[in-house]
């Protein structure tokens, strides 16, 4: 069973940056899949930024590339998520999801077979 743990939240100004992190454990990582997703105050969840199993693909939401980039430590079984320049429509609950997948990855909700429990960004001055 997948189990993924996400840190890095917390309070940062607007224009400030903050990395989350997201470490996975209970099968072998380079078979999965990870994506970011966040969810703001009533709003839906939605897809952030993904990378697959073996990190040679990757999959950012236009108007976050740029400012927001994936990678991951297969020494760590861990992904980040560094996010720059961070703005108050940021704020949200962000949360790592698996699902199998070594060469692709996605970011459709439905889809996603395992969450963490998230992770809270707050941007305000």
């Known amino acids: 069973q997948v189990q993924l743990v996400e840190s890095g939240g917390g309070l940062v100004q607007p224009g400030g940056s903050l990395r989350l992190s997201c470490v996975v454990s209970g099968d072998r990582f380079d078979v999965y899949a990870i994506g970011w997703f966040r969810q703001a105050p009533g709003k839906e969840r939605e897809g952030v930024s993904c990378?697959?199993?073996?990190?040679?693909?990757?999959s950012t939401v236009n108007h976050k590339a740029g400012r927001f980039t994936i990678s991951r430590d297969s020494a760590k079984n861990t992904v980040y998520l560094q996010m720059n320049d961070l703005e108050s429509d940021d704020t949200a609950d962000y949360y790592c999801?698996?699902?199998?997948?070594?060469?692709?990855?996605?970011?459709?909700?439905?889809?996603?077979?395992?969450w963490g429990q998230g992770t809270q960004v707050t941007v305000s001055s």
């Open positions: 999801a698996a699902v199998r997948g070594p060469l692709k990855c996605n970011l459709r909700v439905p889809e996603q077979s395992h």
């Open positions: 990378i697959a199993g073996l990190g040679g693909f990757t």
